[in-house]
């Protein structure tokens, strides 16, 4: 399913659009910097993205289609509104937006794609089995660059997001020196003696590198606690396993199910990439 900038781009190629950029903020507002929409002048496209939804959203919406009304031969120039979050707008927000309106057609699809493709953070995902598949899933409309990796070939399903490589990896550890500097780490393979593996080279490279965002490894307490004996054993000292969080995804959700646990561990994810000032900042 194609995310919202491709579907833009792919309804630009048919019809003329009103681009609404969030340009700045001030205090308290729906959307941060840098957020979109598109109002397009075929009715039945509608809109893609969002600038935070309700009235600001709305009154935005029918300035840029007055202006793709009077868009006859020449597009009409750029414009900005400064709009205060307030009672006359229906919004206790309490703050300040500047919204960039910009009028763009075919011509403008290479820019637009390099100037609203979202940065994405890497991360590197060590296991294929049903809550690997259930992370990925979840992070399919989110700003991540996933690198997934399995021991076991031919392990992976077909028509992946875009943002999604795949690598067979044996020994799957051997993965590890090659994944982004920034990357977060989720390890879940099938075998523990692989997760033990792949936790250990990743601390041997924050110990060369200190480089890794994000450790986390699935398992309770218990496998931890075994995992941290046999970590200390290879070498490595309690400051360094401080570094793994084991086990992963927000306290409180005690679900089994992979789609839960999917969406705990992605909400952590979020968390941890936005208290870095990472890529994946979504705040």
Do not use: Y
């Not at 994405?120 to 979840?138: D, K, M, Y």
């Not at 084991?246 to 990439?273: D, E, F, N, R, T």
């Amino acid at each position: 399913m194609p995310g919202e900038l491709e579907t833009f781009l792919l309804h630009l190629t048919r019809s003329r659009a009103v681009l609404v950029t969030v340009e700045q903020t001030r205090g308290s507002a729906p959307r941060e910097a840098g957020a979109w929409m598109a109002v397009f002048d075929d009715a039945t496209r509608g809109e893609s993205g969002t600038i935070g939804g309700g009235h600001l959203e709305w009154k935005a919406a029918q300035q840029a289609r007055e202006a793709l009304a009077r868009w006859a031969d020449t597009a009409p120039p750029v414009w900005r509104e400064v709009v205060a979050l307030g009672p006359s707008l229906g919004q206790c927000c309490g703050g300040l937006v500047v919204l960039r309106f910009e009028p763009v057609d075919a011509s403008h699809a290479a820019q637009l794609r390099d100037r609203l493709s979202p940065a994405l953070t890497p991360l590197a995902l060590f296991g294929g089995g049903h809550v690997g598949r259930a992370i990925v899933q979840a992070l399919a409309p989110l700003p991540f660059a996933v690198h997934w990796i399995d021991s076991r070939d031919g392990l992976f399903p077909p028509d992946l997001p875009a943002q999604v490589s795949t690598e067979h990896s044996d020994p799957v550890q051997t993965a590890v020196r090659d994944v982004p500097a920034g990357a977060c780490v989720l390890v879940m393979s099938f075998s523990h003696a692989e997760d033990l593996d792949v936790v250990a080279a990743c601390l041997q490279r924050q110990r060369e590198r200190d480089d890794l965002a994000f450790i986390g490894l699935i398992g309770s307490r218990t496998k931890w606690a075994t995992f941290g004996h046999r970590l200390t054993e290879r070498g490595f000292t309690a400051a360094e396993l401080a570094r793994v969080t084991c086990p992963i995804g927000l306290p409180g959700i005690q679900s089994k199910v992979p789609a839960v646990i999917a969406a705990s561990v992605v909400a952590q994810l979020l968390m941890a990439v936005s208290a870095t000032g990472g890529a994946a900042n979504l705040s």
